[in-house]
């Protein structure tokens, strides 16, 4: 099975919703995020892609790692991921470009099937958690 890796950024809302974004000819929806250059570090990864990809500017000090997840690719049938995902707690503006086809601000509570495994199964019952424990 072929390995994907990968770099993704959960922007959570005060209201717990979470941006996802649908890359331009795929039907789930994921965290903004890619694959790295070559030498690259996940966290500079993750903010580079999210610039391109958004036109979000976020600083690496303002991320939170919530950790690297194995899962299933959403997108490429039989492929393997890994993903190193943080978190950034604050509101932000997208503007959808590059590649992405479209956006939205999904509910950790209620994932629908069109949700990546990722998001789904690792990334949003970990901020529900976290969502809980600071109520």
């Known amino acids: 099975m072929t390995l994907i890796t990968v770099a993704a950024i959960a922007f959570v809302r005060d209201d717990g919703r979470v941006l996802t974004v649908r890359k331009r ?9 890619g694959k790295p250059e070559a030498g690259e570090r996940p966290i500079d ?26 899962s299933h690719a959403a997108n490429e049938v039989g492929h393997a991921l890994r993903a190193t995902v943080f978190a950034a707690w604050h509101e932000v503006d997208p503007v959808v470009q590059a590649e ?30 976290r969502r809980g424990s600071v109520r």
């Open 25 to 33: 000819g795929t039907s789930r929806w994921m965290l903004p995020g």
């Open 45 to 70: 990864t993750a903010v580079r892609e999210v610039r391109e990809e958004l036109g979000i500017e976020v600083s690496p000090d303002e991320l939170e790692l919530l950790g690297a997840f194995d």
């Open 100 to 129: 992405i086809d479209g956006l939205r601000w999904s509910d950790p509570e209620s994932p629908d099937d069109a949700e990546a495994p990722l998001n789904r199964d690792l990334v949003f019952p970990l901020l529900r958690e």
